[in-house]
């Protein structure tokens, strides 16, 4: 059975959120630090709040943690991220399918590295960064993405060459052919429907789908 978890960083949010009302169900909902902050401006209650708590108001905390809020508190001289010690926490509780709102924005070092995180943990859970309606996860072997025609959807290699990338229902199909990693040949391709495929033979490609800006409500993305 697939455990859900939704986490909240500290990052920029859009002015529309569509995905983060779901995580009113039985999900894990996990506060990141600062990001916690978000979940007051949703009415929203964390289940788990984590982090160094150096962007977290202590009276806010303190009211969460009065609702039934657990707090894992971590010392400021650490070797991992909040969001890595929250990625840690998810999948060592069980949780394989991620929602990452908050990862996108802020300092460009945090950024690239809230990008980059899910890698490590991509044989633990499906992991899926959230900004608004566009979504980034990783393709290691093959995935449906579920969207709308005209959607927007870019493949970037990562760490190298990928190789024998395969898709359907895109206006720029891919043929079993390589994508070197620092081209920019995957990038801003088109769905002519509402599923596109991937599929690779060695690799790892960052997947961005975006939908246009006057679209909303479509189906999610998910790697098989």
């Not at 039985?26 to 708590?53: A, C, F, K, N, R």
């Not at 060695?202 to 961005?208: D, F, T, V």
Request: net charge negative.
């Amino acid at each position: 059975m697939t455990q859900n978890a939704y986490l909240f960083l500290n990052g920029d949010y859009a002015d529309l959120e569509p995905l983060a009302e779901q995580a009113r169900g039985e999900s894990l909902v996990i506060g990141v630090d600062g990001g916690t902050q978000y979940l007051l401006s949703i009415g929203l209650q964390p289940h788990i709040i984590i982090g160094d708590m150096d962007s977290l108001p202590q009276t806010k905390l303190r009211q969460f943690e009065a609702q039934g809020a657990t707090i894992i508190r971590h010392p400021p001289e650490k070797d991992e991220t909040d969001f890595e010690l929250a990625l840690s926490y998810a999948t060592q509780h069980g949780c394989d399918s991620i929602l990452v709102f908050g990862a996108i924005g802020g300092q460009v070092d945090q950024m690239l590295a809230n990008i980059f995180l899910p890698i490590q943990y991509m044989d633990k859970a499906s992991i899926c960064l959230i900004h608004g309606t566009e979504e980034l996860f990783f393709i290691s072997d093959n995935a449906s993405i579920k969207g709308k025609t005209g959607d927007i959807l870019s493949l970037i290699p990562i760490a190298g060459t990928v190789s024998g990338v395969k898709t359907t229902g895109l206006r720029y199909p891919l043929n079993g052919e390589d994508l070197l990693f620092g081209k920019t040949r995957g990038v801003s391709n088109e769905m002519l429907a509402n599923e596109a495929r991937v599929s690779i033979v060695s690799g790892i490609l960052l997947c961005i789908h975006t939908p246009p800006m006057n679209v909303n409500g479509q189906e999610r993305s998910h790697s098989e």
